[in-house]
């Protein structure tokens, strides 16, 4: 009997993609998150946390984000 599993390669930045957003962006937003924590955040799991409703505090400690993040990103995730 053989199985295939799926599995998904993580894609490694490059360092152009790691600088942060230019200043026009971060005023807008009002702050900007480290950009390795960016790399390491699973989208999909922030994005379902969210869809589902869970709260603010129970998101950013499920991802280990600080609230400034937390509203960063949801900003990132509507636009």
Known sequence: MQTSLATQTARHATIAELQPLN???DEI???SINPITLAHL???LFKS???LGVSR?????AL???YGDFG???K???A
């Open 29 to 31: 937003c009002g702050h």
């Open 64 to 66: 280990c984000i600080s």
């Open 76 to 78: 990132l995730v509507m």
């Open 49 to 51: 946390l969210c869809k």
């Open 42 to 44: 699973d989208f999909g």
């Open 57 to 61: 505090e129970r998101v950013c400690s």
């Open 23 to 25: 200043l026009e962006n």
């Open 72 to 74: 960063y990103l949801r």
